[in-house]
């Protein structure tokens, strides 16, 4: 029973993948508004009741990658060492991702990923449906930070500003590529408007977040 249930999942990975790869190549050949759900579950040779089935709204096909990243902020906040705020924590992973041109960082010039940036940043509804994944992030680091007994205002308000700042260094670095810069030549500013905003955010919150995790019981 338990093989059966572990190839039924396979299966609906396999699947979903292949929708979402489908759905990408034929946004970045035609642009997004041109290509329909139809068009997807054409070409990937589902029903759309399928296709809806793996993917809520047609945004969700090109986005749902941002989904593996939710729960990232909380992760790096609750593993964090000792005697590291929160913000810190981010701070110095997000400083790690941009030397290792993670695509999370905007920082990637790699020829698919800045495609792919280019969709989404000149598509308003995918701007718009990426506010639904930030959401979740927000969601799930404010809930990591209450664990710490950080007052539930305080650990929203909080998670809100980590997340939008995150979110807006990732838009200017892309900017920087967009304008022709390579990832190589834009690294310094970057480390530079990392520093500066996690800096900025430092000052207001580190007085209001735990300096490190609670000792485990």
Known sequence: ?????????????????????????????????AVSV?????????????????????????????????DEVARIVRDRPAGRSPVGAVH??????????????????????????RLLYSTASLESRLSHYSDREVELLAAALEAE????????????????????????????????QSADEAHAAAVADADLAFGMLADGLDRALPAAPPAPA
């Open 149 to 180: 007994s950080v007052p539930p205002l305080a650990a929203r308000l909080a998670a809100v500003h980590v997340v939008a700042v995150r979110h807006e260094l990732g838009r200017e670095n892309w900017q920087r590529l967009d304008a022709g």
């Open 1 to 33: 029973m338990e093989n059966t249930t572990g190839l039924r999942e396979s299966k609906k990975l396999r699947t979903r993948r292949q929708l979402a790869a489908t759905a990408l190549e034929l946004f970045l050949e035609r642009g997004f508004d």
């Open 38 to 70: 139809a068009d997807v579950a054409a070409a990937a040779e589902v029903s759309k009741p399928t296709l809806f089935r793996y993917f809520p709204t047609k945004e969700d096909l090109l986005l749902d990658r941002f989904a593996d990243h939710q």
């Open 92 to 117: 110095a992973q997000f400083l790690t991702a941009l030397a290792e041109r993670d695509p999370i960082t905007g920082l990637c010039d790699h020829p698919e990923v800045l495609a792919f940036q």
